[in-house]
């Protein structure tokens, strides 16, 4: 286990468990803590031993999002939160977009305003079933940011994400997994449990192929039919010429379980 106080990064065989670390405040949002989850990120990802991460957070819950303990307001000066998005949170989400390996996210309690779209974010949301997803950002006066409108129509569909945004009302686990807004919700002793074991599955698959998955399926969001086409034409010729690509072929005519490297 590497710690430095708010972010513990633990190493598996071939994943990562990264976990948020200020339960005293339900492992809202700081600069600092921005800084250490960001740098934890990029370090999985420079690791080539590292090919699935999961994401969690220490104590009662998983993310509260911004700490407003940390929004001071001076007497006539008018707060820029657009800064904060700018320079936090939007290089955040694209960065667990980015990242050419799955990242599950388990989902262990709260997860509201920019804590539950960071877990939206992420390839595979586990949670406990005691969990809840929160748009809290009405109850505010502010929108949904951190990919919330962009997440919340595409998982659960209009109508269902209009009402989330505007009434700010609680989605438990198994609602959302009901209405798509993530992939499982699991008894709470066996959420960690679930993550490790597929995070070990992953740590074992073709990660580069894996990796061209998801950025044919974030395409695929804004793409019409024939640019679609077009891009899996050529992830495809990647995908092919990669050694797992002929191992899987391989293991696949002498009946054995493939042995994938995930390398490019």
Aim: with cysteine; net charge negative; charged share 25%.
């Amino acid at each position: 286990m590497v710690e430095n106080d708010l972010i513990l990064t633990e190493r598996r065989e071939g994943y990562r468990v990264i976990t948020l670390n200020r339960p005293d405040r339900l492992n809202s949002f700081n600069e600092a803590m921005h800084a250490a989850l960001m740098s934890a990120l990029v370090e999985a990802e420079e690791d080539p031993a590292c090919r699935a991460l999961v994401l969690t957070g220490a104590g009662r819950g998983f993310c509260a999002g911004q700490d407003l303990s940390d929004r001071v307001f001076t007497p006539g000066e008018v707060p820029d939160l657009s800064s904060t998005l700018e320079r936090l949170y939007n290089p955040l989400v694209r960065k667990l977009r980015a990242l050419r390996m799955p990242v599950i996210c388990a989902v262990n309690g709260v997860a509201a305003g920019a804590g539950a779209n960071i877990a939206l974010a992420c390839d595979i949301v586990l949670a406990a079933r005691s969990a809840k997803f929160i748009q809290a950002f009405a109850k505010l006066g502010l929108v949904p940011d951190s990919g919330g409108t962009w997440f919340l129509p595409r998982l659960v569909g209009p109508a269902r994400a209009r009402a989330l945004a505007l009434l700010a009302e609680p989605v438990p686990a198994e609602r959302a997994e009901a209405w798509g807004m993530i992939w499982k919700a699991v008894d709470d002793a066996g959420l960690m449990e679930e993550a490790h074991r597929l995070a070990a599955h992953f740590a074992t698959q073709p990660t580069v192929g894996l990796g061209l998955i998801k950025q044919a399926l974030d395409a695929s969001e804004t793409n019409d039919l024939d640019r679609q086409l077009d891009l899996e034409r050529d992830l495809q010729g990647q995908a092919g010429r990669t050694p797992d690509y002929r191992e899987g072929v391989t293991a696949f005519f002498e009946k054995r379980p493939a042995k994938f490297t995930g390398r490019a």
